[in-house]
């Protein structure tokens, strides 16, 4: 009897304080001991930045736990977690799962009680303790996704629905053909209701739900107020347009990267194709001499024939929302507590001179009388967002591979739980680092 009164007397203290609002810290204006930051950078007037963390490896993502912990995933060593100080600044870390095989996902459920992390083949689950800021329990959820070029899954869990996560698999190559049928299991964002799994978990290919196909590396999911999904996508590389027998390059501006709505995670659209390998998007127009009605926005195919064009793709592939500059490779996205804004870190390019890419946008959003969310801007928009802060000369940065670059290579991102503080994270393999942005 005593046992159960103790243990009941510890689950109602973990509630109270989960159920404590989250402390807030103020904006360091510097952190003793952490080394400054390693490569130049330039910020709009309106926001803030101070570098709160160094000597990281490749750190990827970054979340917070309701009590307001910072849970980081460091590609090739694990998971640590870090608490903060009063003049917020990280006073403590420690090792919370070490793994070489961890890479990319990195979530928490609402209530901060499961926490789910991904290799290239698989998802995990562990029952976490904020408090002690341990874990346990350790589950495969989902097994057998496939290998390739794109080595990241992200895996986020719906806010609406907990039970449901949302599981990303790019593409095995610039030109995955057989993807255009879904059960390949690549370039695909499917869904997963844990609450239903087998005992030793998924099979990536053969079950969950299809949310949505043809994406060909929807690195970035981000929930709407609405626990609707929005995918930021790495489009392709080395485009050469042929008309006629004769091939134009146009991989400088094109194709575009694209900011998708995938809809809701319970109700998915009907249509779930979103063009690859087939139709893709335009940034810069002035390329297509052979198809001078393609805007920005528009979807278009890399060698139009009598069989299936660019107008082929109208009705068929569900076009962005929103596009980006050609090769900036979007990594995270997440939007702020309101809803007001959308913001997406940018890897930066290695198949474009100069180069582009690596900086932090912000693309205003709006609620419309229907309650939906969508961007500010039209679809054809060059201007629907805004640089908060990027590389110093973006188009002088050399990347010579996934994380090695001249540059910092932005990945991860994430409001704190009290909604004031913007984490941002460069995995840049010579020094991960970790800064905390606020604005004015």
């Not at 739900?209 to 590389?237: I, K």
């Not at 939007?335 to 804004?341: A, C, L």
């Not at 932005?410 to 994270?425: C, K, T, Y």
């Amino acid at each position: 009897m005593r046992l159960l009164t103790t243990a009941s007397a510890v689950a109602a203290l973990v509630g109270q304080v989960l159920s404590q609002d989250v402390p807030t810290f103020p904006f360091p204006a510097s952190c003793s001991g952490v080394a400054a930051p390693r490569y130049p950078y330039t910020i709009d007037a309106g926001w803030q930045v101070t570098k709160i963390a160094s000597g990281l490896r490749q750190p990827r993502t970054i979340i917070f736990d309701p009590l307001g912990h910072m849970l980081v995933l460091q590609a090739t060593m694990g998971i640590s977690a870090h608490t903060f100080g009063p003049d917020g600044c990280i006073n403590s870390t420690k090792t919370l799962f070490q793994s070489s095989g961890l890479n990319h996902g990195l979530s928490l459920t609402p209530d901060g009680k499961t926490l789910y992390a991904s290799s290239q083949t698989t998802v995990w689950s562990w029952s976490y303790d904020p408090v002690a800021m341990t874990v346990s329990g350790q589950k495969t959820v989902i097994s057998g996704i496939g290998q390739g070029i794109h080595s990241t899954r992200t895996v986020v869990v719906s806010p609406k629905n907990p039970n449901i996560i949302v599981v990303s698999v790019g593409s095995n190559s610039n030109w995955d053909n057989p993807t255009i049928d879904p059960n390949v299991g690549r370039a695909i964002v499917k869904t997963f209701d844990v609450s239903k799994a087998p005992a030793n978990g998924y099979q990536f290919n053969s079950q969950g739900t299809v949310f949505a196909y043809g994406v060909r590396n929807e690195v970035a999911l981000a929930f709407d107020p609405n626990g609707h999904v929005w995918g930021a996508e790495n489009s392709g590389d080395d485009f050469r347009r042929t008309v006629n027998g004769q091939a134009t390059d146009i991989h400088i501006d094109n194709p575009a990267e694209e900011l998708n709505y995938l809809g809701n995670p319970e109700a998915p659209l009907e249509n779930k194709w979103f063009g690859y390998p087939t139709c893709f998007t335009v940034w810069e127009p002035s390329n297509f001499r052979d198809n001078t009605a393609l805007k920005v926005g528009s979807q278009f195919v890399v060698s139009p024939n009598t069989t299936f064009n660019d107008a082929s793709c109208n009705g068929k592939s569900n076009p962005p929302r929103l596009s980006f500059p050609a090769h900036t490779a979007p990594i995270t996205n997440g939007f702020d507590p309101k809803g007001e804004n959308l913001y997406i870190t940018f890897h930066g390019s290695w198949d474009r001179q100069p180069a582009a890419g690596y900086f932090v946008a912000e693309v205003p959003f709006k609620k419309n009388t229907d309650g939906s969310y969508e961007p500010v801007a039209a679809a054809d928009s060059k201007t629907g967002y805004k640089t908060i802060i990027g590389a110093q000369n973006p188009g002088g940065c050399s990347s010579a591979g996934l994380t090695q670059s001249t540059c910092w290579r932005l990945a991860g991102l994430s409001w704190d739980q009290a909604g004031e503080r913007l984490f941002i994270s460069s995995d840049n393999s010579a020094q991960g680092e970790i800064f905390v942005l606020k604005k004015k």
